[in-house]
């Protein structure tokens, strides 16, 4: 989407980004987070969805960006929906930045070519004093090219952070606009500049950034990085089990794919001495009451 790939379309999850995370499940130990973490974000994420579909719903009856807006109304949520011009705005809004650029990547890594196409950018608005903070999954811990990528910006002053599941993409600029998705497949978004919307968007982010937890970016092995965040990613999944969410919408979720999430499920039934899947969740229920 663009020069700005920081700010670009995200990809799918890489098949390759950890082991821990994908072919097999590493044990950590200490205690789980408490259930009220997992429950917090489920909340922030179920909120955010729901502003997100009114404001889409409103923004898909405006005119697009380029045609001739009648109202105030509509100028203040604009729909969008050229993939190329989707692009061109956010570069002009970031562009002109003059404080804070907030941003949440909900979909895992991303390909090193599209994290390096980004670098000068962000060294330019970090060097000139702009706040910048990024959420990702915990999944990008878990990432080489992430890893390396967050090394170097948080050494120009961003800050980044990752949690076990987070709602849709967001980025928010000098909480003046913002921008998310206006369909599933991202392919429309809808830029936002109504004063109200904009500063519910910031709460959720500053919410969901209180329960994050800052990237590890210098060098670990996969099995250390693991023991800092599965327990967290596990104690979300049993939340999302007990809502009777599906494998597709966890996985997605959570950034991780329907191989490791099995994985998750299949430690969670032996830690819990569940002998099958149904037994599983008649516990987790149990549990959560």
């Not at 590890?216 to 099995?223: I, R």
């Not at 007990?242 to 032996?270: F, N, W, Y």
């Amino acid at each position: 989407m663009g020069a700005n790939a920081e700010y670009g379309r995200l990809v799918e999850i890489s098949p390759n980004a950890g082991a821990c995370m994908d072919d097999s499940i590493c044990e950590v130990e200490g205690e789980p987070p408490s259930p009220c973490t997992a429950r917090e974000l489920i909340d922030i994420s179920t909120r955010l969805k729901e502003e997100a579909e009114r404001v889409q719903k409103i923004a898909a009856t405006l005119p697009a960006e380029s045609s001739t807006r009648s109202n105030a109304h509509s100028e203040r949520l604009i729909y969008v929906e050229d993939v190329r011009e989707i692009s061109r705005s956010i570069q002009a809004s970031v562009r002109s930045v003059s404080g804070e650029v907030l941003t949440a990547q909900p979909d895992g890594p991303r390909p090193r070519d599209v994290l390096n196409e980004s670098m000068d950018v962000m060294r330019e608005h970090l060097e000139r004093g702009v706040s910048m903070r990024t959420l990702y999954h915990h999944s990008a811990r878990f990432d080489a090219a992430t890893k390396d990528y967050v090394r170097i910006v948080i050494g120009y002053g961003a800050q980044v952070r990752t949690l076990p599941e987070f709602f849709e993409r967001i980025i928010i600029v000098d909480r003046a606009t913002a921008f998310i998705p206006a369909n599933a497949e991202r392919t429309a978004a809808v830029k936002v500049e109504e004063p109200a919307v904009v500063s519910f968007l910031v709460d959720v982010f500053e919410r969901a950034w209180s329960l994050a937890k800052p990237y590890p970016f210098s060098p670990s092995f996969a099995a250390q990085a693991a023991s800092e965040v599965i327990p967290s990613i596990r104690e979300t999944i049993k939340s999302l089990l007990v809502d009777g969410r599906t494998d597709k919408e966890i996985s997605r979720r959570l950034a991780i794919s329907q191989r490791a999430l099995q994985s998750h499920i299949s430690q969670m039934k032996k830690d819990f001495g569940a002998e099958n899947r149904f037994q599983l969740g008649y516990i987790l229920g149990r549990e959560a009451k």
